[in-house]
């Protein structure tokens, strides 16, 4: 039997549906920030992730997916999104533009030769956004404030944001000589690949995978202290806006990222629920003014974050955070004879036309199986097709809940599914079924209806204040 690759994960079932979710709140997301979505090649030359995320990181050095194409070009499967977005800004001279910065997101797979643990695959789905052409703070703020709305607009509340200056050019040399300067006494006690980081890229040091628990490294100079004047104001300014959202945050000196384009500001969103393991980091990002140049664009400044899938909805089935999914059906169709097949067939097409939910038979279960696979779809009504009612232009409708049972005509039908369904929605507590425990809410809301999301707040609201 031939099997997934390691790594690599086939998306079914219900978990289906909670990623089709999550996706609909990031495209509701970004049309509320006024992103435009952006779709990029998933395979790229390999020179420019070589020189983009830089050789000396982990993601390039051991994890890339490499191939030579059948006309001899070098070829590498993309490990993020952000290099891809940069050249596609240069090569569609996105920078001539008056609608400056650019904002674009993308929601798609990345792939990294990684060793496969919890959390870790090989082909992973990211969500990203980045802003080009802009260096103002207020930019940093904004896509740190657009992460965390993500998670919180998905009813995640146990995260927490953490956030560090890297500084200017002028800051990072200061930087690295100090790395250099405390590393190499201790040089010999770190990991091989650690020992040839130093001269090349002594920041990479700080996250190393192999070493991170070891107290040389914790021990280590902080970016923080080392910024110049300019840089330890400009991330004032970050803190500030971000202060003013209301974006709650911690200053974490240790946040130094694993790609090498960023500067300034970077920052990472953990998971804090229990259970969830070692690569509980949902999502990250930063700014990384240097990169557009570096592939051969003009300056640019630029900032952004990425986040996986496959982790936030780790996350939200950790939580137990209730989503509005729809997993019934309004109506299951049942028939016995041909004519009668043949009359659920125009049915169905009319209904779903309509807007309704409607499945039907497919395999000649009898009807006893048919029930019972009505059973398994949750349908809320069940029509029994019978030659001698359809005679009527009439059908006997049950409600699979109560098992009422109604004989009405074929003209009215639409109608009386419609009421029927509408009324089902009054009597759930919450019309979107998940909010019963206020999950869209802040933890300390108090049910006043301004922090829900929930398009039946108000009737939810109403009842959950009396
Ligand atoms: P990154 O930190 O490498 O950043 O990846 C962002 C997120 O992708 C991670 O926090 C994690 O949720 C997910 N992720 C990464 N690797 C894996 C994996 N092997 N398996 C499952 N999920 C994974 C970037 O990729 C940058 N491009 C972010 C960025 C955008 N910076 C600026 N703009």
Redesign the pocket.
Known sequence: MIQKQKGCNDITGREAKVWKYVDSVIDSLMEKYNYNYIRTPIFEATELFHRGIGESTDIVSKESYDFVDKGGRSITLRP???AGVVRSFIENKMYGDPNQPIKVYYNGTMY?Y?RPQS???RE?T?F?M?ILGSDDPLTDAEIISASVNLYKMLGLKEIKVNINSLGDNESRRAYREKLIEYFKPHIKDLCEDCQERLEKNPLRILDCKVDCDNDIIKNAPKTIDHLNDASRERFEHVKEYLDIMSIKYEVNPNIV???DYYNHTVFEVEAKVDGFGSNN??????R?NGLVSQLDGPETPCV?????I??IVKALELEKVKLPIVEDIDLFLLYVNEDEKKYACYLAQELRLAGFIVDTEYTGRGLKGQFKQADRLNAKFTIVLNSEDLDNNEVKIKNNKTKEEEIISLDVLIYYLDEQLASMEDDDECGCGCHEDGYNCDDDCDCTGDECKCENKEKHHKKKGE
């Open positions: 993020e999104g952000t990294r990684e959390g870790r695959d992973l990211q990203g980045e990222r694993g790609l980091v949902l999502g990250g990002g930063g990384y952004g974050f990425a986040t996986g496959g982790r």
